[in-house]
């Protein structure tokens, strides 16, 4: 739990005001303002590219399709946690103009080009549509879009290179089709543990098992957690690119905390959580502040490496959701990366290095995406909801209120209140103290 003395410290220096955008973390109503301004600008960015001729859901170049998908994500989360409903019809019709003719999220406009771990961001983006009940398109469903994807990869695992896993990319004459990765992998472990949640099944559970052992054996996942790139097929696996991002362990986290849900607090996830969790905070938030290690301090992070931190803080807040037990060391990870990103905003967006000590920091979707992760983030404890794994699909509180849930670190209570989002439309109105409150839970 967060003490009374970390509480009076974060209040001397709670409030930052900075080219238009002021947060007070204390205040719902300040964190709701700063992440509505946020997402105003991210939804600007995609109505640009929309005028442009782009299809319906599509960002321009030089983002790729899969930033859409997030973008998607990140908007349904917006909603959960504000209850600003304005972009939900936009999200329903990106996500249902990109499903394909198949229902699968394979859109001819984008199979020349599209990888498995492009197809899986966009099936997570539905399996949030299918846990916040967002409104289907009347010729979609959004659990059978997420199902056809996990389908499809299933027939894909290749046993023939590395001993099992997915390869990067769908067709031979892409260019990564030899390589395995974590990220591809690491999706449909997230995948198959939210439709075994979702669905309590466990045969997407047994996938999820094997994915995950897949991963640690073949040495993407080392014996200290930390989450490796990938590697080629052509040498079996055995020369790792041990690079790191943040969006590979970020899909990893929140797939073992689904699976923390759905085996009712197993040992095995837990430790499996809590590693990653703990690693994570080492690697990617040095002062408390998400930072994308790998090229932020060179200023050479691509467009899709802009994107990954924010990605990350999506994932870390769902991962509070469904294992509760998590929310004190998360939280304290959101509200700093927060405050700092909110500094770098300005009328141009939000800039991508938080540190303090950048002259040049991009801006643009990514960095958009980042800031509204962290910032939306902080109203994580204002729509928990009880469920359980017994649950025949993902279930909501409806219209009633939030349930509370127990945050300690206990096991036994997680297993009696395991935790799944709920509809974010619930219009909670809190005073300054009962804002003080979620952060003292």
């Not at 986290?253 to 430790?271: E, S």
């Not at 989002?421 to 009962?434: D, E, K, P, Q």
Request: contains cysteine.
């Amino acid at each position: 739990m967060v003490s009374v003395k970390s509480l009076v410290a974060l209040a001397a220096f709670s409030v930052i005001q900075v080219q238009g955008i002021g947060l007070d973390v204390t205040s719902t109503d300040s964190i709701k303002s700063a992440a509505g301004t946020i997402a105003k600008d991210l939804v600007g960015l995609y109505n640009q590219s929309q005028t442009s001729g782009n299809p319906i859901g599509v960002l321009s170049a030089p983002y790729y399709w899969w930033e859409s998908g997030a973008m998607f994500d990140t908007l349904i989360q917006y909603w959960r946690l504000t209850g600003d409903s304005q972009y939900n019809k936009l999200v329903t019709q990106g996500l249902a103009y990109q499903r394909g003719p198949n229902d699968d999220f394979m859109p001819p406009n984008q199979t020349s080009t599209m990888g498995s771990d492009d197809q899986s961001i966009w099936a997570l983006a539905a399996m949030s549509a299918v846990e916040t009940r967002l409104a289907e398109d009347q010729n979609v469903s959004w659990v059978d879009l997420a199902q056809a994807t996990f389908d499809e990869q299933v027939l894909r695992w290749d046993e023939k290179t590395c001993n099992g896993g997915l390869r990067w990319q769908i067709f031979t004459f892409n260019a990564g089709y030899t390589y395995k990765n974590t990220i591809t992998n690491g999706n449909f472990f997230q995948l198959a543990s939210r439709l075994a949640v979702s669905k309590n099944n466990d045969t997407y559970s047994d996938w999820a098992t094997k994915a995950w052992n897949w991963t640690k054996a073949v040495g993407f996942i080392d014996e200290d957690f930390n989450v490796f790139d990938g590697a080629d097929v052509s040498k079996n696996c055995s020369a790792i690119n041990k690079v790191q991002f943040s969006e590979n362990v970020g899909t990893f986290i929140a797939g073992a905390a689904y699976m923390y849900n759905y085996t009712n607090g197993d040992t095995q996830w837990k430790t499996a959580l809590d590693g990653l969790l703990n690693r994570t905070i080492s690697v990617f938030f040095p002062s408390g502040i998400a930072t994308e290690t790998a090229c932020e301090s060179k200023n050479s992070c691509t467009t899709d490496q802009r994107a990954f931190k924010g990605v990350l803080g999506k994932w870390l807040v769902d991962t509070i959701a469904v294992a509760p037990y998590t929310s004190d060391l998360i939280t304290k990870q959101l509200t700093s990366s927060a405050q700092a990103a909110v500094k770098t905003c300005g009328d141009n967006g939000c800039g991508l290095d938080w540190s303090g000590n950048a002259k040049n920091s991009s801006t643009g979707v990514g960095e958009q995406i980042d800031a509204l992760n962290y910032v939306q983030g902080l109203l994580h404890s204002q729509t928990l909801a009880s469920t359980t794994r017994n649950s025949s699909s993902a279930t909501t509180t409806g219209s009633g209120g939030s349930t509370s849930t127990s945050e300690s670190a206990s096991t036994s209570a997680t297993q009696n209140a395991a935790v799944e989002m709920v509809v974010g439309h619930l219009a909670l109105s809190f005073s300054i103290l009962g804002a003080l409150t979620w952060l003292v839970l």
